[in-house]
């Protein structure tokens, strides 16, 4: 799916805009998401794709939602990224190409040994039974 950048301009929020957009990164412990503890699923900002779930997220310290799996196989791509200095995998929904965050290796994590450490404002948190 192709998403209209300048409509995404209008209906995000900045902030918004230049994580899933620009690959920004929000400032840590700054996230909605970072605290939530509620049981639901997590979609992406900019087209709604379920991406994450409650019951993979833990609390990892990073200061950003961390999740040890995807919602399902398939939903988010992942890319090299060498910005910075360094050599990241960068997490991306599957379904659009927005930005999410990047992927660790995180080895005191079971049971995947991956942490997913996504920006809040990438993401929509839908309420059990709400949606
Ligand atoms: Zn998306």
Same mark, same amino acid.
């Given at each position: ?34 605290? $939530? ?41 992942? @890319?090299?990224? $060498? ?30 040994? $991956?942490?997913?450490? @996504? $920006? ?12």
């Amino acid at each position: 799916m192709k998403l209209d950048d300048s409509e995404l301009k209008k209906r995000l929020t900045p902030e918004q805009y230049r994580v899933l957009r620009e690959s920004a990164t929000e400032a840590p412990f700054s996230g909605e998401y970072v605290d $939530n503890h509620e049981d639901g699923n997590y979609a992406c900002g900019a087209c709604g794709e379920t991406l994450f779930m409650s019951e993979h997220k833990f609390d990892s310290g990073s200061g950003w939602p961390s999740f040890y799996d995807v919602a399902s196989r398939g939903t988010v791509k992942l @890319i090299d990224d $060498n910005s910075h200095g360094m050599h990241r995998v960068e997490v991306c929904c599957q379904n659009c190409d927005s930005h999410l965050g990047h992927l660790f290796e995180d080895a005191t994590n079971q049971p995947t040994k $991956n942490r997913y450490c @996504i $920006n809040s404002c990438a993401l929509n948190f839908n309420k059990k039974g709400t949606k």
